[in-house]
């Protein structure tokens, strides 16, 4: 989601910087506000709509879930997270020699090649499974016309061969018609797995921990300097891809957990001074905040457009307290900047 600023030396901030980061790690984190809404509540699930048993499958009983961008963040995540609980998990990839396939049937996944763009790969590697969790990208070209042939691709695969369940990890706000390009993409997919008759659940993420890739503050004349081009005191809802998959997972083995067949996910609300303040405690170093003014996200309309959705709240509307049902750990910020290596 954070895109041109990959491409934006102004914006992209790489870190590295050196200085002394405090033995005694970080202090208490700030306040997460939760909405708490009633995840146990609402309207059915597309399964029991259908008549479908939504109780857990009996261990026993499972066979493997299908992990499509298992190499990927939110895939990789995922299938760690079904491994944990000693599921089985059949680990798409396009290339299996790559050393994030491989690490993948080191940690006990099966691995088998599939391409998005090749149908017949996909329905051999959902053949057989009780579940498939799905993601698609409109890659760093923005190409949302290709996200969308992806998500037909695996709903026309999963409907071929029956799957029993599809988790697909779309996007907070998908469903409110925002207008931003990738959202819209990630909309029609959804859309297009319910045409399809498919059981799904849609698990649809926030702004994920970009900071990791994307948005790495940067030392300057002493200071952490966040920088994003949101304006000051303008909370933004975010989760870590670890947390994602923890909750695709959990709605892998129990397709009936989420009343409604879909959940907005988030583990927290930061504003960029909080962000700020967060880095300061856990490197002890001064940290600011320093909004960015929308425009150096250049010609970018998709991600102009993202950006303006966050500055106008409220923009995504999580559920906390079903995030947090579903993925009982699910960290906040400072817990997830606390996690990550001192220097990076
Ligand atoms: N960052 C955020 O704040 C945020 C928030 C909400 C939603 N999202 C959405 O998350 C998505 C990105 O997820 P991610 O971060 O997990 O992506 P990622 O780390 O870039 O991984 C992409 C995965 O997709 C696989 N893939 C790409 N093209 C493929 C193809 N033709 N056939 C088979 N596999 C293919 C890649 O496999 P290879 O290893 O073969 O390349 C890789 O496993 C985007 O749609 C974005 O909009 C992001």
């Known amino acids: 989601m954070v895109r041109a600023q990959r491409q934006d030396p102004g914006v992209q901030l790489p870190c590295r910087y050196d200085h002394h ?15 708490g809404r009633n995840l146990i509540s609402g309207p059915e699930s597309s399964r029991q709509r259908k008549g ?16 499509v961008g298992a190499t990927g963040l939110q895939g990789r995540a995922t299938a760690r997270a079904l491994l944990r609980t000693q599921a089985a998990v059949r680990a798409l990839a396009r290339r299996t020699d790559s050393a994030a396939a491989r690490a ?3 940690l006990g996944a099966d691995l088998v090649a599939a391409d998005l763009d090749d ?4 329905r051999a590697a959902f053949t057989g499974v009780d579940g498939v969790f799905a993601m698609t990208t409109p890659g760093y070209d923005q190409r949302t016309d290709i996200e969308v042939a992806h998500g037909h691709a695996i709903a026309d695969g999963a409907a071929a061969v029956g799957v029993p369940h599809v988790i697909y990890s779309s996007v907070g706000g998908a469903e409110r018609h925002t207008g931003i390009p990738h959202f819209e993409g990630k909309r029609d997919v959804e859309e297009y797995l319910v045409a399809r008759g498919l059981s799904t659940t849609f698990v649809r993420p926030v702004f994920r921990d970009n900071f990791a890739q994307f948005m790495t503050p940067a030392m300057q004349d002493g200071k952490l300097m966040v920088r994003i081009p949101l304006p000051p005191g303008i909370p933004l809802q975010m989760i870590a891809a670890e947390d994602v998959g923890a909750v695709a997972a959990a709605v892998a083995l129990d397709p009936g957990r989420v009343a409604g067949g879909s959940v907005e996910i988030a583990g927290y609300e930061r504003t960029g001074e909080q ?3 967060a880095y300061q405690h856990r490197h002890d170093v001064p940290a600011r905040y320093e909004p960015l003014p929308i425009e150096v996200l250049g010609g970018d309309a ?10 106008r709240p409220p923009a995504f509307r999580a559920d906390f307290a079903a995030t947090k049902a579903l993925a009982p750990r699910t960290k906040t910020f ?3 900047l606390a996690a990550r290596p001192e220097r990076e």
Not at 52 to 67: C, K, L, S
Not at 119 to 122: A, G, K, Q, T, V
Not at 302 to 311: L, T, V
């Open 275 to 277: 962000i700020a303040e």
């Open 21 to 35: 980061v405090r033995a005694d790690g970080h202090p208490a984190g700030l306040r997460v506000r939760s909405r």
């Open 119 to 122: 149908p017949e790969s996909l």
């Open 334 to 336: 400072e817990q997830w």
């Open 302 to 311: 998709d991600q102009r457009a993202m950006f303006e959705w966050f500055a």
């Open 104 to 106: 993948l049937t080191g």
């Open 52 to 67: 479908i048993p939504v109780t857990a499958r009996d261990p026993a009983e499972r066979r493997p879930i299908a992990v």
